[in-house]
């Protein structure tokens, strides 16, 4: 491959996620459960920046404990500068300086997007001029949330979450995001939900291994009516979180005592998402939160994916 002139460094800046709705199914062979999911990037941002460098190497900050955040190759984001430079046959290394603002284990995909930053950047640094569908197929081999940061937006995921069909969401929906000082690990939560579900009779195929996003969740981001989707925000997760983490209930009923419309756990959690009905009220949400404790951000959404900087 004949490699462009590039630029001494990139800078990428990606969003973390919310799941409005997720349904999980059943769990398939190889241990990834089927999922119908509802995908909105948020105004809380991952940023990676990318310089030529002749090894691979990541260094982190905006985190309280750096040892939250691998430095090896279990970063998604190492990961994916190292896969972009064998599919482009690339001799070359990158440094990558991660900013993290999502936060770390929260269930908002911070490593997702620190991996979709890292595809974008090291595109650009390398000049390899890989088409978006080319970075959305790697992305989809680094797990199943890279692929939505790489596009941002609302989206429909199917299959493992990684088979993407663009929502139409209009206007703004305004959110009050609750992170935890600890994190729940995505695994211990999923086979939380197995066991629950096996506890109580659940059959292999029940629920199912297919599964599709109810219509009036659409419907209510087609509308913008955020009263209409807190009605219809969902998560299958959410009991098995709750199980792990039963302090989190706790938090969603004084988001909604202090005018949140709904709240939500984030993924697997263990963030707290809780939607409110306009700027003001979710303004007024982050300050009665603050005053009980809480570290509360106020974020809005969709928002673009993946994008250079500067």
Known sequence: MTFAVSPP??????PGKINLYLGVGGRHDDG???LATVFQAVSLY???????????????????DPATVPLDDRNLAMRAAKLLATAAEYEGGVALEIRKSVPVAGGMGGGSADAAAALVACDALWGTGFSTAR??????????????????????????????????????????????DA????????????????????LADDPPLSLDVPIPVLQALRSGDSELLSESIYNDLQEAALHERP??????LRGIHAGALQGIVSG????????????????????????????PLHVHGPVPGAR???
Not at 47 to 61: I, K, N
Not at 150 to 159: E, F, K, M, R, S
Not at 183 to 202: I, Q
Not at 270 to 286: K, R
Request: with cysteine; net charge negative; charged share 20%.
């Open 9 to 14: 460094a990139v800078h990428v800046r990606a």
């Open 32 to 34: 990834y459960h089927a």
């Open 46 to 64: 991952e940023d990676v920046t990318a310089r030529h460098a002749d090894d691979f190497s990541v260094t982190v900050s905006g985190v309280d």
């Open 135 to 180: 970075l959305h197929e790697l992305a989809a081999r680094l797990g199943a949330d890279v692929p939505f940061a790489l596009h941002g937006g609302t989206a429909v995921g199917t299959g493992r979450g990684d088979q993407l069909n663009p929502a139409l969401a209009r206007g703004r929906f305004d959110w009050v995001l609750v992170p935890s």
């Open 183 to 202: 994190g729940l690990s995505t695994p211990v939560v999923y086979g939380r939900l197995d066991a629950l579900r096996e506890e109580h009779g659940a």
């Open 247 to 252: 302090d989190l209930e706790t938090t969603i």
């Open 268 to 295: 697997s959690g263990p963030t707290i998402a809780l939607l409110c009905g306009s700027p003001e009220s979710a303004q007024h949400v982050q300050n009665e939160l603050r005053d009980r404790g809480f570290d």
């Open 308 to 310: 250079i900087i500067g």
